[in-house]
């Protein structure tokens, strides 16, 4: 049957001709915006390395110079002690399991980015072995523990990372799996050191999984130091942010609620006050928002949506005149006891045909258009060389995916196009088209 | 005809209304960003100046670039031959985290800021609903006054004659000289609640930097005589020689720009790649145009198989292929303009309903845009050049889809023709 059919899509090229050019046009066009929409559903769906049900970022503003409300009279101790205790209100709430103070945005998906080169050595050689890396920094004093608020885990035991209480003290620090494969080329790295810019060496107390910093962004390797020196300047409102999470089972709206009502009044002292309360989540859309990731996916859906309802429209349009075309030649086959089911299957072969050779041309096309560096790219910010690139990410799978993923929402909306005319032909009675013939 | 035919017509008229209805919200979004919009309607001849950048000439580390200038441009440019208004304004009031008290509510409420010159006023042409813009006096003074949206003043002060009355901000008492109908933020540049003197709160100053020319001030500069050429050499050159004897290099990297130009520059240490940009829309611009005309092509071939006798008729008894081409074409174009409409009707669907979604969907930074709602003003929607648009995507598609089948159909001999349907 395969052969007839063929041979009838080939007596009919002339008409097929224009579905066909548009097909490979609109197949083109169709895999060029479904490309960048990939490398960020790869991006997003890479695991995040923290949790983020129940987690918090709670930041506080400050009265500036020459603000109304300044109290003139308030100390740098004063203000040192007012972060202390605005870090107390929240980890006296019945409902919060840990809080610590971070510096920096140092929380996922963060405004700022702090990044540095950590190396190997201390030799002063051109080549001398270094990770360029994120860094969050958070303050570990009355039990601050990041890995425990954010959810983080230990790489290597899959367990909770314990602070010392004289973590900071003693120059430990943690770092990635990324981190540790790309320094030492393992991830077992507890109890080696590493060296910042002024020689100064860290000794890795724990190596935490992999962490993706940025929701669209591939994971990129990340430290974590510890500071518990609070620095007093005009700024600081947009230095230092509390990060807590909530214990289990607790109804977050209304512990926000709450919050916003009972504690944060309360956080008015020493000039500062509380701004606002961003749950992880919110902080992952807002800033998705704020970098025009959202924009980019939405532009890149309309525009496949736009093609794939040209093809829809083509689809509906030939197969319905072709329906009309061959009405007595579907009476004949209906009279000679062909089913309506076998009718559509043959249309369906004809349109799948039709899709497959218009796709296959297209490919030709794209693989050159691949082939000269135009393919979608997964980036991170400042260009981070020291990736972890997964099999998705590979240029290879990654062609072959796009392609893949372009071919069957081609096929599927060809196939829906076709099946509404065959199906209306099919339905008319074999004696009223045997009746043209 | 179009009752003959009802599925050629459906599938006809979707697909123009599709291609109609995505190159006009193309069109209606890149209108809205550089077309004379309220409050500004002096786009085409302004020039503009968002960023600069700076290199110390002994040290090549001591290096800035930032989103804007200094003060210290004023009185540089203050007397150029073909600079008429200098408008002044900074986006900077927004890190300022103002505060205002809504009295109703007593709630503190941080209003869009915008922190702008008294020349802010004449280069764009806003409408006051009360009271004046700021004068000189005010931009130096250090008693501070405020103008208001429209719609600020009447959630503070539930009405809009209000000039003399004061308002809260940041726990100071500042007056209200003026109250302006609101501009939408699709209108971003000047688009505020409440209206500042470009130095109050202290983050910027008129005093010199030790930062090149390199500061946080956004420039719209209102050439004289529509000579907007003329002017850019003019701002050119004199930032050259400023240069020339500044301790620092200033680096604007072709600007002051047009609007247009500027809406492409998105780093102050480079060129902005406005040909690759333009590309990316006229690659998006043919698929809206090429992919639907296909379709159309089509349809219009396999009707003009259907219609072949009737061609070859007419042909026996005359008429020119020039005339057949006139006749299909006149009926296409019928069609066509159905489907305009109906593309029209979509895309005005789509830009209300969307809002911000769709105006500000090229968008790649929206680190000003706040949870504000965006204003679709008539004028965005209702302008002549974009019904000359859409009369344009339709007079084209009807050539490209109509004419090619038709000179086709048109090749075969008459015998052919009339033979084709016994």
């Known amino acids: 049957m395969l052969k007839n059919i063929i041979k009838q899509v080939w007596n009919q090229r002339r008409q097929n001709g224009w579905i066909l050019l548009e097909l490979i046009i609109a197949g083109f066009f169709l895999w060029t915006v479904i490309d960048p929409v990939y490398v960020l559903t790869v991006n997003h769906f890479t695991p995040k390395g923290y949790e983020e049900d129940g987690r918090y970022v709670l930041r506080f503003g400050a009265y500036g110079e020459k603000h109304g409300m300044r109290d003139t009279t308030v100390t740098k101790e004063q203000q040192k002690m007012a972060i202390d205790n605005m870090l107390r209100l929240v980890r006296d709430c019945p409902e919060v399991e840990s809080a610590l103070l971070v510096q920096n945005s140092s929380f996922p998906n ?47 035991t899959g367990g909770d990372i314990e602070v010392p209480q004289d973590a900071g003290g003693r120059n430990l620090i943690y770092v990635s799996e990324n981190f540790a494969r790309h320094m030492f080329g393992t991830t077992d790295a507890v109890g080696k050191k590493v060296y910042d810019y002024r020689d100064r060496a860290h000794e890795i107390a724990a190596v935490f999984k992999d962490y993706k910093h940025r929701d669209f962004e591939p994971i990129y390797p990340l430290i974590i130091s510890i500071n518990n020196k609070v620095r007093i300047s005009p700024y ?41 309360l961003l749950s992880f989540e919110k902080q992952r859309t807002t800033w998705a928002k704020q970098n025009g990731t959202y924009n980019v996916i939405r532009l890149k859906l309309a525009l496949a949506s736009f093609a794939l309802l040209c093809i829809f429209l083509g689809m509906v349009g030939t197969f319905w005149i072709r329906c009309n075309a061959r009405r007595q030649e579907i009476g004949l086959m209906r009279s000679l006891g062909a089913t309506k089911k076998g009718i559509t299957s043959r249309f369906l072969t004809e349109s799948t045909l039709l899709i497959t050779a218009a796709f296959v041309v297209s490919l030709i096309i794209l693989v050159h258009y691949a082939m000269q560096d135009n393919m979608a790219k997964f980036q991170c910010t400042g260009d981070m060389e020291f990736m972890s690139v997964n099999w998705f990410m590979e240029e290879n799978p990654h062609f072959l995916m796009v392609s893949v993923i372009t071919y069957l929402a081609l096929l599927v909306i060809a196939w829906v196009g076709t099946l509404i005319p065959v199906i209306r032909a099919t339905k008319v009675l074999p004696a009223d088209a045997l009746r043209d013939e | 005809m179009m009752k003959q035919n009802r599925l050629f017509t459906t599938i006809y008229v979707a697909g123009t209304g599709l291609s109609v209805a995505f190159t006009l919200i193309l069109f209606i979004i890149y209108y809205v960003k550089f077309a004379p919009i309220y409050p500004e309607y002096n786009r085409n001849r302004t020039l503009v100046v968002n960023s600069m950048s700076a290199v110390n000439k002994e040290n090549d580390n001591n290096y800035s670039c930032n989103s804007g200038v200094n003060a210290r441009i004023f009185d540089l440019l203050k007397n150029l031959p073909h600079l008429d208004k200098m408008a002044a304004a900074s986006n900077i009031g927004d890190f300022l985290g103002v505060t205002i008290v809504i009295p109703e509510t007593n709630e503190q409420y941080s209003p869009i800021v915008q922190l702008v010159n008294q020349d802010f006023w004449e280069v764009f042409t806003f409408r006051f609903v009360s009271g004046h813009p700021f004068t000189e006096a ?74 090149g020319l390199t500061g946080n001030i956004q420039l719209y500069l209102l050439s004289k005589d529509d000579d907007v050429e003329a002017l850019r050499t003019e701002v050119q050159e004199v930032v050259k020689q400023h240069s020339l004897q500044d301790k620092y290099d200033n680096k604007m990297f072709g600007q002051p720009d047009t609007w247009w130009e500027n809406y492409f520059r998105t780093s102050c ?76 009707a979509l895309a005005y669907t789509l830009v209300c309903m969307g809002g911000e979604l769709v105006l500000s969907i090229f968008n790649e930074d929206m680190y000003f845009n706040r949870d504000y709602p965006m204003a679709i003003h008539l004028e965005m929607l209702i302008n002549l050049p974009l019904f000359l648009t859409v009369l344009g995507v339709c007079v084209l598609l009807n050539l490209i889809s109509a004419l090619v089948p038709t000179i086709v159909a048109l090749r075969h001999p008459i015998i052919y023709s009339i033979h084709s349907k016994r």
């Open chain 2, 269 to 344: 240490a480079g060129e902005p790649d406005i040909a690759s940009a333009i590309r990316g829309i006229l690659y998006m611009l043919l698929a809206f145009l090429f992919i639907p005309a296909l379709n159309l092509c089509g349809m219009i071939s396999s009707r003009m198989d259907e219609r072949m006798s009737e061609l070859g008729v007419r042909k026996a008894y005359g008429a020119t292929n020039r005339s057949i081409i006139h006749q299909v074409l006149t009926e296409n174009l019928l069609l066509t303009l159905v489907g305009g409409l109906l593309g029209l």
């Open chain 1, 110 to 156: 963060g405004g700022s980015w702090n990044g540095a080169a950590y190396y190997a050595d201390t030799l002063k050689s051109d080549d001398r072995k270094h990770v360029s890396t994120q860094e969050y920094t958070f303050n570990n004093a009355g039990g601050g523990n990041i890995f425990k608020t954010y959810g983080m885990k230990n790489a290597l």
């Open chain 2, 138 to 211: 005010d931009v130096a003074s250090t008693l501070p006054k405020a103008i208001l949206s429209e719609s600020m003043a009447k959630r503070i002060f539930a009405q809009t004659d209000v000039v003399g009355r004061f308002i809260s901000l940041d726990g100071k008492d500042v007056q209200v000289c003026g109250v302006v109908k609101d501009a939408s933020t699709a209108t971003s540049v000047t688009m505020g609640e409440v209206y500042l003197p470009l130095y109050w709160g202290g983050l910027l100053s008129p005093e010199a930097h030790d930062t």
């Open chain 1, 236 to 276: 600081m409102h947009w230095t230092y942010m509390i990060a807590f999470n909530l214990k289990e089972g607790v109804d977050e709206d209304a512990f926000v609620e709450r919050f916003e009502k009972e504690v944060a009044p309360n956080m008015a002292m020493a000039n500062f006050f509380f701004d606002r």
